[in-house]
Structure formats: C-alpha cells, structure tokens
C-alpha cells in the first residue's frame, strides 16, 4: 500500500489549471473507493466511472480501501477530463506500477464504463498550461492525441484504453503513434466561404467596401432587399484576409477545442474562421455557456475572423444588446454562480438586414406593405450594432444582365496583404496592427492629425451634426486604410471624401 499523487488539468476558458490528484489507502471494505471533490464533497459520478472502468478493463482494484481526493479551489466541478488521473493513483496504490512514474507526467481523459479512454474537449489548452508549468509529459486520450501534439516541447503519450495507460505506465512502452496532425490552409471548417469572382464587377462600390473592410478590419453594414448579394458579399471576405499567424492558430484552435468542434486531423486552421448565427440562435449558443459548463458561443468562434449577422433586426433585444460588450472590448465574460468564464472574441461584424419587415424583392422604394414608421422602427431595432460599424452600404438588386465579372479573391487579397504590412508597419510601436483598432485621439492629435484642408468635409458634416464624434473617428480610419490600399503615406482629400462616401451610405 502507497500514496500516490497524479497531475490532471481543468479548463476554465480557455486557460489551464493544473489539478493535483491525490490518494491514499485507508480503513475500510476492501476495493472501496471514496472520492472526495474540491467542494469537500463525493463525486459519485466520477467514482462509479472509474470503478467500473478498471473493472470491465481487465484490471485489479487495491485490496484495500482508498480515499482520493481533488484539492479545494473555485471550480467546484473539474470535469470528466481528471478520470484518468483518478485512475491512475488508484492503480498505483494497488501496486501495479510505482507512483513516481506520474509524477513527471499530466494525465487527462475521460473513463468510459468499458475502460475506455474517451476524448475531452479543451485538450489543446489544457497541454498548453500543462507545457507552460513545466509539464513535459503528457498522457491524453488517442483521439485527442493531433491536437495535443500542436503543442512543442511535450512528448505526447496517446492512449485509448485502461489496458494501454497501465502498460505504458508499468513498461514505460508507448502505444501505437496515429498520424501526425498538420495545418489545414484550405476552409476554415465553417462551412461555405465565397470569392469575389462571384461578386459582379457592376456592383463596383460594394467590391470596393469589401475590400477596405478587409485591408483596415473594419465592422460592415449591409441593408438591401432579398437578392442584393449581402450573404454573398459576407462569405467573400473571409476569403480576402491573411492567413492566420502561429499564435491566431493557435488561439483559434484552442477556441474550437474547447467547443469540442476541432476539424478532423486536429491540425492548425490557418484561414480565418466564418461564423453565421442564424437569427433564432439562443444566447448560450451566440455568446457562450452551458448547462454545467461554459462552452464558446459563435462569437467566439468567430475570433480572428468574421460574424455575420443576417436579418440582425430579427435577432433577439438581448441577443442585440450582448453582442456590444464583444464588439466593443473584444472578449466575452460569462458569469455564473460559483464561476466566471473569459473567452476572446475579436472579430469583424458583417451586419445585414432587410430595408423593411416584409422583405419584398424589389426593395424599399416599391414596397407598399410597410409604412416610413414600420421600416424605421424595424431598422432601429439594430441600431446600437449599426453605429459600431465603419462602412455601410446600400445595396440594390442587380440586373441579369449584369454579369460582368470583376477580380478574384486572390487577386484582391494580395492587395489587402499590402496594405496591412503598411498599416502594421506604421502603428507596430503602438502595439495595433489594423486601422480599426487604432483609438480615435491618436488619429485627432500629433504626428497622425491631418491637415485642415485635407479634413474640411468631416469638420462640416460634423459641425452640422450629420457625423458623431465616433462616426468622426470612423471616417478617419477608413481614410487611413484607402491610404495603405493606394501604398501613400497619409490620407489626403480624395481619401477622406471616399471614406465618409463610405460611411454615411445608409443609416437606418
């Protein structure tokens, strides 16, 4: 008989922590087993689990009694990812292999009731904070095993069974190695993502707004009859941004994880990732949460990519008025009784909506079902989104005839490519790397102010009261990516008047 400590690791978020699992033999029925949880309580779930998971394995219970415990903390309910671990001190008190063998080791994984080792969500994470706190060993479930080994610096020990734990553990002898997992540069796993090749070259001004959309990260609003192209228009800009850095794929991946969404191969997505909520969406669903757990909400799974909000006036009012904290601070905080969750959620807002709540084809000049009150009461449902965005646009639908075909996505993201090394070039001692993310006092003060002359436009329809302050701030912005689109140094008249043509297109 032995005392034996294994480590596991719980996930809040996407953050690691590490948990120590600890047991010990104690007076009792032989083979009984107590597990006691951070609250102080029994974990009889988890306890039944492993019991019967060792037994239908093939595997020795102690012949004596044992307590394991799980240490107090905030969490009062670590997960089934700490099983494995539950398991791998009982085993060790029953003398199948030393205990010093876990103590260089992470443990993580779910026991099936056939003593199966079954997959947990969140396991990218969860090996990232076990590598950063010197974990250099990890042992995982072999259906998580690609995306653990994204992680450097750890040697990745998959199993799928109790039999295959215990051998590796008594041998020192690895399982079988499954395929290695590499990056996936083609979809972002999120379904149909367009080209711009798709986009007529008639609808010239909305070709133009996507791509300064995609070369500033800017939000973008759409309002147009059925047929005007907004889906097709959202779906194209994904396709017009960089590919994702180690550190977004990563950031990514571990958001997906943690939602138990990891594509197959559980390699890196290096295209930024599209995510369309449709309007009956409930808010656990838009936003994060869980009935026990919090999972990543779409707007999360939209991070270091796109959201697109079709029909947004159809959205719920609280679905609408939660989704401004993200847009405005970029991350989502989940609060609930005992716990609060953080996930990021820095994205670019596509916003689309019908000009009127009868959604007739042929647009708001011919609709005669809705009254001027009906559409601004429907427009102003989304109002608060609208105001956050930067570019917004009118959009007709197109004649047939029309069909002229403009540049390729790939043609056009080369020069949205360019543009962002110029913008991230200028503001890199700032620490931002797009024009949208640069606050409005630096645009309005010092070496960034422009000239009177060059701002002449803004400062009127500002006086006159048709811009606010923050559309002020916008209209700039904008007009510094024209500026990086045509590869000058600072903006001039002609980008100014282009962006505020940008801007005030269309207001509900």
């Not at 791509?211 to 779906?235: M, R, Y």
């Not at 939602?259 to 994060?288: E, I, Y």
């Not at 510094?480 to 505020?500: M, Q």
Request: some cysteine.
């Amino acid at each position: 008989m032995s005392y034996a400590t294994a480590t596991s690791v719980s996930l809040s978020g996407i953050t690691g922590r590490l948990v120590p699992v600890q047991a010990a033999p104690a007076t009792g029925q032989p083979g009984g087993v107590v597990i006691l949880g951070p609250d102080g309580r029994s974990m009889e779930e988890a306890r039944d689990r492993v019991r019967a998971g060792i037994a239908n394995a093939g595997l020795s219970l102690p012949g004596h009694r044992v307590t394991v415990t799980l240490p107090p903390s905030d969490d009062p309910a670590p997960g089934s990812g700490t099983d494995l671990a539950m398991a791998a001190v009982i085993l060790s008190t029953a003398g199948l292999f030393p205990p010093s063998v876990l103590d260089a080791a992470a443990v993580i994984g779910e026991i099936g009731l056939d003593g199966t080792v079954r997959p947990v969500r969140g396991v990218l994470p969860m090996v990232t904070a076990a590598a950063d706190l010197g974990m250099r060993t990890v042992v995982v479930p072999a259906a998580n095993a690609d995306e653990a080994r994204l992680v450097s610096g750890v040697t990745v020990v998959a199993v799928a069974s109790l039999q295959q734990f215990a051998r590796w553990a008594s041998t020192g002898a690895h399982p079988p190695t499954p395929t290695s997992a590499t990056d996936q540069r083609l979809g972002n796993g999120d379904g149909y993502v367009g080209d711009l090749v798709h986009v007529p070259a008639a609808m010239t001004k909305a070709r133009r707004a996507l791509e300064v959309a995609a070369a500033g990260g800017h939000h973008l609003g759409l309002v147009g009859p059925p047929g005007a192209g907004k889906t097709l228009i959202a779906q194209s800009l994904p396709s017009l941004l960089p590919d994702l850095d180690d550190a977004a794929a990563l950031e990514v991946a571990a958001l997906r994880s943690a939602a138990g969404v990891t594509p197959p191969g559980g390699g890196l997505m290096r295209r930024p990732p599209f995510r369309a909520p449709h309007h009956t969406a409930s808010l656990p669903a838009l936003l994060g949460g869980g009935p026990r757990d919090s999972y990543p909400g779409a707007v999360s799974l939209a991070h270091h990519g796109v959201l697109y909000l079709d029909d947004a006036p159809e959205f719920g009012n609280r679905a609408l008025a939660a989704l401004r904290h993200p847009l405005d601070i970029g991350q989502v905080m989940l609060a609930g009784a005992r716990r609060a969750v953080t996930y990021p959620a820095r994205f670019q807002l596509v916003l689309a909506a019908q000009p009127c709540p009868c959604a007739r084809p042929n647009g708001v000049d011919l609709c005669t079902s809705c009254s001027d009150l009906d559409r601004r009461r429907y427009l102003a449902r989304m109002a608060d989104l609208w105001r956050r965005t930067d570019i917004r646009l009118r959009l007709d639908v197109m004649n047939p005839t029309d069909a002229a075909v403009g540049d390729s996505s790939a043609v056009v993201a080369a020069r949205v490519a360019s543009a962002r090394e110029h913008a991230a070039d200028r503001w890199a001692a700032l620490g931002y790397r797009v024009n949208a993310e640069i606050p409005g006092e630096i645009l309005r003060t010092g070496v960034c102010a422009l000239p009177t002359c060059d701002i002449n436009p803004l400062l009127h329809l500002r006086h006159v009261g048709t811009v606010s302050d923050d559309g002020h701030d916008r209209i700039l912005r904008i007009a510094w990516t024209l500026c990086d689109l045509r590869g000058a140094d600072r903006p001039d008249l002609d980008d100014v008047t282009a962006a505020i043509d940008l801007h005030i297109d269309r207001q509900p």
